[in-house]
C-alpha cells in the first residue's frame, strides 16, 4: 500500500527528467547550423589539384565581415584573435583579396561569400581567360601561333579562382535569416567599441568539408585501387567526371553494330550540356550552356515535321555533349570511340560538323557569327566544304530573321567541341557563336551566369503556369538563332533550298525550354515529357549544369533525354509492358536495335489525377562520356581529360560564441586540479577509515 | 608475461602449484631453462621475449646472491638487453623515417602503407 504512491512519483520524476533532456537540447543552444551550405570542393587531374579543403573536424574563425580590400589587415596582421572566418560581400571576391588570404591563410580559417540578388556590374570569371587551353586542337604542333589563345584570349573576365588551390574552405551563402544572423552576430559581439578591442566571448564561425582526396589523380585512382583490393570495407577517395552524351538522328542508325557504317553520310549538329562555377552544384549555365542546348533541341524539333519525300539524303546526328568544361570529356570519348569501332558511326561517315555554341546575349539585330578553323582550312578540299556550309548558313540567315557575319579569316576556333573531332582529322565545321573575338558572356562559367545575364524577365504579375508559356524576347531571338540552324542542317544534309524556307523552330517551345532549364524544372509541360517514376527528380529551382561524377547522370542529361524523345520522336500504339521492354509487341526482336521507346506520363486527363501515359519512340541513344583516359589507365596523359572530384564526408557549417583561450585553459585546468585533489582525498580518507569512521559497531549477535 | 612477473615481484603468489608464476619456487635449472628458452625464442624476430627476459630475470641475475647458474643467466639477460636495444634503434629509426618521408615517397609509400591517411598527402 505505501509503494503506490511511490512508484507514481518515480515514474513521474522520470518522464520529466526525459523529457527535460531531450526537448532540452544543449547542442541547440549553443550551436546554430546554417541551412543552405554550398562550398568549393577539391578537383583533381593529372598533375594538380585545384579547390578548397577544410580540417577533418571543420576549421573555426572568428567571424570578421570584410568592409573593403584595406580591411584585410585587420585579419592578416593586426587582429587580436585569429584565425578569422572572413564574410566577403561579392563585391569583394575578387581574385587579389583571395590570392592575399591564400597568403595569409595561417591566420585565415576560411571564407564565406554571400550571394547576392542580383549580378554584379562589370564581370566576373572564376574561370581561366584561356578555357580548356591544353586540350583543344591548339597545340604548339598544329600551329603554334594559335596556341595558348596567343591571338585570341577568349575570356577577358576570367580570374582563373576555380583553377587554384585554398587551404581552407569557402562556402558560399545566400542573403537570408541566416546571413542576417551572421551580421547581426558581428555587430553585437565583435566589434569592439569606439574602436577598442574586441572582446570575449566572439561570434565564430565553424565551416567543414574535408575532402579525402589528395595530389592528383593518378594518387587517388592507386588509393581507390589499393583500397577496393586490400581493405575489407574499401573507402573511396575520388570519382571520375562525366555522364552521359546524348544523340539522336534524323534517320534510325543501327545501334548494336558498331563500327563503320557504308554509304551513311552524317552532318553532326553538337552542342554542350554542362556549365561549373566556382562552387560545388551551383552552375546556372545561362549563357554558357543553355543558350545553345535550347537552340538546338528547338531546331531538332522544327526538323522533325520533314515529309518522307523531302528527307534530304545525308542523315543529321543531333549530338549532346557532356563535361565540355573539363578539358572535352564528352566530345573526346565520342572521338574515342569513333575511331576504335565502339559507336554507331565511324569518323569517315562524318562529312561536317555544325555546332552551336553561346547564342543566348545577342541585343537587338546583332549577328550570329560562323567561327571556322583557319588551319584546316589552308587544305583545299576542307575549305571548299567549310565554304560551302557557310553559303548554306548565309542561305538560312535571309528567311530565318537573323543577320550573319564571318569573323577575321586568321582568328582560331573559340573552346568548343568540334575542336576535338579536329584533332582526329581536318573536316569541315562551323561553330555559331554571338560574339566575333572575346565573348559576350561577362559571367561565363560563374554563378551569375543566369537569366539575368540573358536578359530574360517576365512581367511580375504572372503565376509560374503563365511564365512557362510567355514568349520573351530573348525566347524570341534564340528561336531565330534555331530557325537559323534548322534550315541550315536541311540544306547541309542535301534538302532542297525551296523546302527550307518553310522550316522554322516554334518560339513557344524556346520559351518553355528557357523557363524549365533557367527557372523551374518543375512544370507541368517537362512533367508530360518524363516517366512517372521519376517525377521527383524535377525540382523547383533552376537546372544544376555541373556535370558530376560519372555514376550520376547529370541534371541537364536526364532533361535533355526525355525532351529530345519527345521532340524529335512519334507517339506509338503500344502498351505499357511492350514499351519498356524496349519491342513493339510480343515477337519483335528488331525495333531495339534501331529505336528505343519511353513510357511517359503524357497530359493530364480531364477531371482525374491520373494522366494519359503514352509510349515514345525514338532514336534517342545515351553514350557514356568519361574521359579515355580512364579506360586506357592513362591517368598522367595530356591529350585527355583527367578530372575526378574528390568525396567527402560531410559539408556543414555552424556558427556560436566561443571563449577565450585563456579561459578554456583556465576551465580545463580547474577540472583537472579538481579531479587530482578528489583522488588524493579518496585515498587519504579511505586509509584512514578505521580512525574516521569508528561507528561503535556492536557485534550483532542477538542477545535476548 | 609482465603481469605475472609483477605479482611474483611482490611475492604473493596464488597459484603455488605452476612453476611459471612464481620464481621463487623454482629451482636453479628450471630458471637457467627458462631464460635460455626466452633468449632462444626471441632469435624468430620476437624482441618482446627479449624485454620480458630482461624484466623477469633481472633481479635473479644481479640483485641475488649467487648461485652456480647465475653467471648463465646473466650472459642470457645482458644479450637479450643488447637484442631489446638494438631493435628498438632499428624500429625508431624506420618508423621516423617512413613517416617523415611517406607523402614523398607515392607509389612505395601507398603500397607499404596499412592504413593511408585521408586528404592530406
Same mark, same amino acid.
Given at each position: 500500500?505505501?509503494?503506490?504512491?511511490?512508484?507514481?512519483?518515480?515514474?513521474?520524476?522520470?518522464?520529466?527528467?526525459?523529457?527535460?533532456?531531450?526537448?532540452?537540447?544543449?547542442?541547440?543552444?549553443?550551436?546554430?547550423?546554417?541551412?543552405?551550405?554550398?562550398a568549393?570542393?577539391?578537383?583533381?587531374?593529372?598533375?594538380?589539384?585545384?579547390?578548397?579543403?577544410?580540417?577533418?573536424?571543420?576549421?573555426?574563425?572568428?567571424?570578421?565581415?570584410?568592409?573593403?580590400?584595406?580591411?584585410?589587415?585587420?585579419?592578416?596582421?593586426?587582429?587580436?584573435?585569429?584565425?578569422?572566418?572572413?564574410?566577403?560581400?561579392?563585391?569583394?571576391?575578387?581574385?587579389?583579396?583571395l590570392?592575399?588570404?591564400?597568403?595569409?591563410?595561417?591566420?585565415?580559417?576560411?571564407?564565406?561569400?554571400?550571394?547576392?540578388?542580383?549580378?554584379?556590374?562589370?564581370?566576373?570569371?572564376?574561370?581561366?581567360?584561356?578555357?580548356?587551353?591544353?586540350?583543344?586542337?591548339?597545340?604548339?604542333?598544329?600551329?603554334?601561333?594559335?596556341?595558348?589563345?596567343?591571338?585570341?584570349?577568349?575570356?577577358p573576365?576570367?580570374?582563373?579562382?576555380?583553377?587554384?588551390?585554398?587551404?581552407?574552405?569557402i562556402?558560399?551563402?545566400?542573403?537570408?535569416?541566416?546571413?542576417?544572423?551572421i551580421?547581426?552576430?558581428?555587430?553585437?559581439?565583435?566589434?569592439?567599441?569606439?574602436?577598442?578591442?574586441?572582446?570575449?566571448?566572439?561570434?565564430?564561425?565553424?565551416?567543414?568539408?574535408?575532402?579525402?582526396?589528395?595530389?592528383?589523380?593518378?594518387?587517388?585512382?592507386?588509393?581507390?585501387?589499393?583500397?577496393?583490393?586490400?581493405?575489407?570495407?574499401?573507402?573511396?577517395?575520388?570519382?571520375?567526371?562525366?555522364?552521359?552524351?546524348i544523340?539522336?538522328?534524323?534517320?534510325?542508325?543501327?545501334?548494336?553494330?558498331?563500327g563503320?557504317?557504308?554509304?551513311?553520310?552524317?552532318?553532326?549538329?553538337?552542342?554542350?550540356?554542362?556549365?561549373?562555377?566556382?562552387?560545388?552544384?551551383l552552375?546556372?549555365?545561362?549563357?554558357?550552356?543553355?543558350?545553345?542546348?535550347?537552340?538546338?533541341?528547338?531546331?531538332?524539333?522544327?526538323?522533325?515535321?520533314?515529309?518522307?519525300?523531302?528527307?534530304?539524303?545525308?542523315?543529321?546526328?543531333?549530338?549532346?555533349?557532356?563535361?565540355?568544361?573539363?578539358?572535352?570529356?564528352?566530345?573526346?570519348?565520342?572521338?574515342?570511340?569513333?575511331?576504335?569501332?565502339?559507336?554507331?558511326?565511324?569518323?569517315?561517315?562524318?562529312h561536317?560538323?555544325?555546332?552551336?555554341?553561346?547564342v543566348?546575349?545577342?541585343?537587338?539585330?546583332?549577328?550570329?557569327?560562323?567561327?571556322?578553323?583557319?588551319?584546316?582550312?589552308?587544305?583545299?578540299?576542307?575549305?571548299?566544304?567549310?565554304?560551302?556550309?557557310?553559303?548554306?548558313?548565309?542561305?538560312?540567315?535571309?528567311?530565318?530573321?537573323?543577320?550573319?557575319?564571318?569573323?577575321?579569316?586568321?582568328?582560331?576556333?573559340?573552346?568548343?567541341?568540334?575542336?576535338?573531332?579536329?584533332?582526329?582529322?581536318?573536316?569541315?565545321?562551323?561553330?555559331?557563336?554571338?560574339?566575333?573575338?572575346?565573348?559576350t558572356?561577362?559571367?561565363?562559367?560563374?554563378?551569375?551566369?543566369?537569366?539575368?545575364?540573358?536578359?530574360?524577365?517576365?512581367?511580375?504579375?504572372?503565376?509560374?503556369?503563365?511564365?512557362?508559356?510567355?514568349?520573351?524576347?530573348?525566347?524570341?531571338?534564340?528561336?531565330?538563332? =534555331?530557325?537559323?540552324? @534548322?534550315?541550315? !542542317?536541311? +540544306?547541309?544534309?542535301?534538302? #532542297?533550298?525551296?523546302?527550307? *524556307?518553310?522550316?522554322?523552330?516554334?518560339?513557344?517551345?524556346?520559351?518553355?525550354?528557357?523557363?524549365?532549364?533557367?527557372?523551374?524544372?518543375?512544370?507541368?509541360?517537362?512533367?508530360?515529357?518524363?516517366?512517372?517514376?521519376?517525377?521527383?527528380?524535377?525540382?523547383?529551382?533552376?537546372t544544376?549544369?555541373?556535370?558530376?561524377?560519372?555514376?550520376?547522370?547529370?541534371?541537364?542529361?536526364?532533361?535533355?533525354?526525355?525532351?529530345?524523345?519527345?521532340?524529335?520522336?512519334?507517339?506509338v500504339?503500344?502498351?505499357?509492358?511492350?514499351?519498356?521492354?524496349?519491342?513493339?509487341?510480343?515477337?519483335?526482336?528488331?525495333?531495339?536495335?534501331?529505336?528505343?521507346?519511353?513510357?511517359?506520363?503524357?497530359a493530364?486527363?480531364?477531371?482525374?489525377?491520373?494522366?494519359?501515359?503514352?509510349?515514345?519512340?525514338?532514336?534517342?541513344?545515351?553514350?557514356? =562520356?568519361?574521359?579515355? @583516359?580512364?579506360? !586506357?589507365? +592513362?591517368?598522367?596523359?595530356? #591529350?585527355?581529360?583527367?578530372? *575526378?572530384?574528390?568525396?567527402?564526408?560531410?559539408?556543414?557549417?555552424?556558427?556560436?560564441?566561443?571563449?577565450?583561450?585563456?579561459?578554456?585553459?583556465?576551465?580545463?585546468?580547474?577540472?583537472?586540479?579538481?579531479?587530482?585533489?578528489?583522488?588524493?582525498?579518496?585515498?587519504?580518507?579511505?586509509?584512514?577509515?578505521?580512525?574516521?569512521?569508528c561507528s561503535?559497531?556492536?557485534?550483532?549477535?542477538?542477545?535476548? | 608475461?609482465?603481469?605475472?612477473?609483477?605479482?611474483?615481484?611482490?611475492?604473493?603468489?596464488?597459484?603455488?602449484?605452476?612453476?611459471?608464476?612464481?620464481?621463487?619456487?623454482?629451482?636453479?635449472e628450471?630458471?637457467?631453462?627458462?631464460?635460455?628458452?626466452?633468449?632462444?625464442?626471441?632469435?624468430?624476430?620476437?624482441?618482446?621475449?627479449?624485454?620480458?627476459?630482461?624484466i623477469?630475470?633481472?633481479?635473479?641475475?644481479?640483485?641475488?646472491?649467487?648461485?652456480?647458474?647465475?653467471t648463465?643467466i646473466?650472459?642470457?639477460?645482458?644479450?637479450?638487453?643488447?637484442?631489446?636495444?638494438?631493435?628498438?634503434?632499428?624500429?625508431?629509426?624506420?618508423?621516423?623515417?617512413?613517416?617523415?618521408?611517406?607523402?614523398?615517397?607515392?607509389?612505395?609509400?601507398?603500397?607499404?602503407?596499412f592504413?593511408?591517411?585521408?586528404?592530406?598527402?
Open positions: 500500500m505505501d509503494l503506490q504512491p511511490n512508484k507514481w512519483i518515480l515514474c513521474l520524476f522520470i518522464c520529466s527528467f526525459v523529457t527535460g533532456i531531450c526537448c532540452n537540447s544543449m547542442e541547440k543552444k549553443i550551436y546554430l547550423n546554417l541551412n543552405y551550405t554550398v568549393c570542393v577539391r578537383l583533381l587531374n593529372a598533375t594538380h589539384q585545384i579547390g578548397c579543403q577544410s580540417s577533418l573536424s571543420g576549421d573555426v574563425g572568428v567571424l570578421h565581415v570584410l568592409e573593403s580590400e584595406e580591411n584585410l589587415d585587420w585579419v592578416l596582421n593586426t587582429g587580436h584573435s585569429p584565425p578569422y572566418m572572413v564574410i566577403l560581400e561579392a563585391e569583394l571576391f575578387t581574385r587579389s583579396i590570392m592575399k588570404l591564400k597568403d595569409g591563410s595561417r591566420r585565415v580559417a576560411g571564407v564565406a561569400v554571400i550571394e547576392p540578388n542580383t549580378n554584379l556590374p562589370g564581370g566576373f570569371s572564376p574561370h581561366t581567360t584561356c578555357p580548356n587551353e591544353n586540350s583543344g586542337v591548339y597545340t604548339e604542333t598544329y600551329d603554334p601561333t594559335y596556341a595558348h589563345c596567343n591571338r585570341t584570349m577568349w575570356n573576365f576570367g580570374n582563373g579562382l576555380s583553377y587554384e588551390e585554398f587551404p581552407f574552405p562556402f558560399s551563402m545566400k542573403e537570408d535569416n541566416d546571413t542576417r544572423v551580421r547581426q552576430c558581428y555587430q553585437d559581439h565583435n566589434r569592439g567599441e569606439n574602436g577598442s578591442i574586441p572582446q570575449y566571448p566572439l561570434c565564430a564561425m565553424q565551416l567543414s568539408s574535408h575532402m579525402s582526396a589528395v595530389t592528383d589523380t593518378p594518387t587517388c585512382m592507386r588509393r581507390n585501387r589499393i583500397q577496393n583490393d586490400f581493405s575489407i570495407s574499401p573507402e573511396m577517395v575520388c570519382d571520375p567526371l562525366g555522364g552521359s552524351n544523340w539522336t538522328s534524323t534517320r534510325p542508325i543501327n545501334n548494336t553494330e558498331k563503320h557504317k557504308p554509304s551513311q553520310s552524317v552532318v553532326i549538329a553538337a552542342a554542350r550540356m554542362d556549365s561549373r562555377s566556382f562552387f560545388f552544384d552552375a546556372p549555365g545561362a549563357q554558357s550552356s543553355a543558350s545553345g542546348l535550347i537552340a538546338l533541341l528547338a531546331a531538332a524539333q522544327a526538323l522533325r515535321n520533314i515529309s518522307d519525300e523531302d528527307q534530304p539524303n545525308r542523315t543529321i546526328l543531333y549530338a549532346f555533349f557532356e563535361g565540355e568544361t573539363f578539358d572535352y570529356i564528352g566530345s573526346s570519348k565520342m572521338v574515342y570511340d569513333m575511331e576504335n569501332t565502339r559507336f554507331a558511326l565511324d569518323l569517315d561517315n562524318v561536317s560538323m555544325v555546332e552551336v555554341g553561346q543566348g546575349i545577342r541585343p537587338q539585330g546583332s549577328p550570329i557569327y560562323l567561327h571556322s578553323d583557319p588551319v584546316s582550312r589552308k587544305n583545299d578540299s576542307v575549305n571548299t566544304e567549310v565554304q560551302s556550309l557557310i553559303e548554306n548558313l548565309k542561305e538560312a540567315s535571309s528567311s530565318s530573321n537573323t543577320n550573319v557575319s564571318e569573323p577575321e579569316a586568321s582568328q582560331p576556333l573559340p573552346p568548343s567541341s568540334l575542336q576535338r573531332f579536329l584533332r582526329a582529322r581536318p573536316f569541315p565545321g562551323v561553330v555559331l557563336q554571338d560574339h566575333s573575338s572575346t565573348f558572356n561577362r559571367y561565363y562559367e560563374s554563378m551569375f551566369d543566369n537569366p539575368e545575364n540573358l536578359n530574360m524577365t517576365y512581367p511580375p504579375e504572372l503565376t509560374p503556369e503563365e511564365q512557362l508559356s510567355f514568349v520573351t524576347d530573348t525566347a524570341k531571338a534564340l528561336a531565330d538563332v =534555331a530557325t537559323l540552324v @534548322a534550315q541550315t !542542317l536541311f +540544306l547541309q544534309a542535301g534538302g #532542297d533550298s525551296a523546302k527550307a *524556307t518553310s522550316i522554322t523552330a516554334d518560339p513557344q517551345t524556346v520559351a518553355r525550354l528557357l523557363y524549365g532549364f533557367l527557372v523551374k524544372s518543375n512544370n507541368s509541360w517537362f512533367e508530360q515529357m518524363i516517366p512517372s517514376d521519376f517525377k521527383s527528380r524535377l525540382v523547383d529551382r533552376p544544376n549544369f555541373y556535370t558530376g561524377v560519372h555514376m550520376q547522370k547529370s541534371e541537364p542529361s536526364f532533361l535533355v533525354e526525355y525532351i529530345l524523345a519527345n521532340l524529335t520522336g512519334t507517339v500504339n503500344v502498351t505499357q509492358e511492350d514499351c519498356k521492354a524496349q519491342r513493339e509487341n510480343e515477337d519483335d526482336k528488331e525495333s531495339r536495335h534501331l529505336y528505343s521507346y519511353m513510357w511517359v506520363q503524357g493530364p486527363v480531364a477531371n482525374s489525377t491520373d494522366t494519359d501515359s503514352l509510349c515514345v519512340r525514338s532514336s534517342v541513344r545515351l553514350s557514356p =562520356a568519361i574521359s579515355p @583516359a580512364f579506360d !586506357l589507365d +592513362l591517368l598522367s596523359s595530356a #591529350d585527355y581529360s583527367t578530372w *575526378t572530384e574528390s568525396r567527402w564526408k560531410k559539408i556543414n557549417g555552424r556558427i556560436f560564441l566561443v571563449a577565450s583561450h585563456e579561459l578554456e585553459m583556465l576551465t580545463l585546468g580547474v577540472g583537472v586540479g579538481i579531479l587530482l585533489l578528489s583522488l588524493i582525498l579518496t585515498y587519504l580518507i579511505s586509509s584512514k577509515a578505521e580512525i574516521l569512521f561503535g559497531r556492536e557485534p550483532t549477535s542477538a542477545t535476548y | 608475461m609482465i603481469t605475472r612477473a609483477a605479482l611474483s615481484s611482490s611475492g604473493n603468489s596464488k597459484h603455488s602449484g605452476t612453476s611459471t608464476m612464481n620464481l621463487e619456487r623454482v629451482p636453479n628450471e630458471k637457467l631453462n627458462l631464460c635460455r628458452k626466452y633468449y632462444l625464442g626471441g632469435f624468430a624476430l620476437l624482441p618482446f621475449l627479449w624485454l620480458v627476459n630482461v623477469w630475470f633481472f633481479r635473479e641475475a644481479f640483485l641475488k646472491p649467487s648461485y652456480s647458474e647465475q648463465q646473466k650472459t642470457y639477460v645482458k644479450r637479450s638487453a643488447l637484442g631489446v636495444l638494438l631493435w628498438a634503434v632499428v624500429l625508431s629509426v624506420w618508423i621516423t623515417v617512413f613517416q617523415h618521408f611517406r607523402a614523398e615517397w607515392g607509389e612505395v609509400g601507398d603500397y607499404l602503407s592504413t593511408i591517411p585521408l586528404g592530406t598527402p
